[in-house]
């Protein structure tokens, strides 16, 4: 059965950071895609930054370009979200998740198969 567990999260001001990590189990992660999403209240989840299914390239939100950073230990087992530069609009739930399928690249909520638990970040003004 695959598990994704995130953590980390919290509050803290803007201009501040934070750092998140998913633990995932139960299957070979290799050639599947994984990412981070998030979602405010109110509104819809949105793809935030992902490896690719080949774990070789990393895209990332326009939002967050330069602020964040996406990463992984080398078993390929952790990934990690490392987020400066901390802005309000960066409030949400926090999600990790893996694609259904593998070989496939996707910012689309709803390809991805297995998701985290889901973590709060909270950013003040």
């Known amino acids: 059965q695959v598990q994704l567990v995130e953590s980390g999260g919290g509050l803290v001001q803007a201009g501040g950071s934070l750092s998140l990590s998913c633990a995932a189990s139960?299957?070979?992660?290799?050639?599947?895609?994984m990412g981070w999403f998030r979602q405010a209240p109110g509104k819809e989840r949105e793809f935030v930054v992902g490896?690719?299914?080949?774990?070789?390239?990393?895209t990332y939100a326009d939002s967050v370009k330069g602020r964040f950073t996406i990463s992984r230990d080398t078993a390929k087992t952790t990934v990690y979200l490392q987020m400066n530069s901390l802005k309000p609009e960066d409030t949400g739930v926090y999600y990790c998740?893996?694609?259904?399928?593998?070989?496939?690249?996707?910012?689309?909520?709803?390809?991805?198969?297995?998701w985290g638990q889901g973590t709060q970040v909270t950013v003040s003004s």
């Open positions: 139960g299957r070979i992660f290799s050639n599947y895609a």
């Open positions: 998740a893996s694609m259904r399928s593998p070989f496939r690249d996707s910012r689309t909520a709803n390809e991805y198969g297995y």
């Open positions: 490896f690719s299914w080949t774990g070789r390239s990393t």
